[in-house]
């Protein structure tokens, strides 16, 4: 059997999605549609074993904040795949090779980075652990916030729609960026990832809301997106929503190429 392995050509990009969904596990139109656009088309790279494709794997352009405040440029690496039937024959390993060899040629980004669904995989190549996530899940029947005293100047406001409020989320994204090492600066189009909501991978869950917290001139200072699920049995009762979702455990959880993109517990 033998593969081709080349960059990929704007029209075969169905296919080569076609066979990223099958590794993931497929995803909705509105996830396919905003995985076509930010595609950057020659950073993409396909195995291919004739019409089929074997493996791929591509590189976003980053910019990435590094301890003291710069911001740099960073190559994200994303799409990696290799078909089930075209497993121990080289190809992940090849594709490795390459994209760190384009990016080293090329010689504007001195970091690639990835978040990794299988991280015993990455090591082989050199990339190494940088940082950990934790999830928790908490009783809030046992646990209560220790609120600081400047708190009492801040108005939390609830949104229903998420998107609604896209632009102020973003620019306190942005303040962030270069005090937080490892943040990353959104690119146009960017902005839209984190709000990736079809309804029929919900399961189950609420839409997408935010929480805006504003000072005292009303400017918008931190937020957060959530969206509510049940693990238990409720009374559906809209008036009492907020003291159900204070009294039983929730979370939400999505996944997609890029390995989890949000997991939230009240």
Known sequence: ?????????????????????????????????????????????????????????????????????????????????????????????????????????????PLAVLTASEPHIYGRFGYGLATRQLNADIDTARVTLDVPPESDRTRLRLVDDASSVLGDCEAVYARRVTARPGMLQRRPGWEQYPLLDPPAGRDGATPLACVLAEDEDGEVRGYARYALKATGTRVACPAEACCCATSRRWTRRRTGPFGAISSVST
Do not use: C, K
Request: aromatic content about 8%; glycine content about 10%; cysteine-free.
């Open 1 to 109: 059997m033998t593969t081709e392995l080349r960059v990929l050509r704007q029209p075969e990009w169905d296919v080569w999605y076609d066979g990223i969904l099958r590794a993931f596990g497929g995803f909705e139109a509105e996830e396919r549609q905003l995985y076509r656009d930010l595609t950057e088309i020659e950073r993409s790279l396909a195995a291919w074993d004739g019409n089929e494709v074997a493996g791929s794997a591509s590189l976003f352009s980053f910019r990435m904040a590094v301890p003291g405040g710069a911001v740099v440029p960073t190559a994200g690496v994303t799409m990696v795949h290799v078909a089930a039937t075209h497993r121990r024959r080289g190809i992940l390993r090849s594709m490795m090779r390459r994209q760190l060899d384009d990016i080293r040629a090329a010689g504007a980004e």
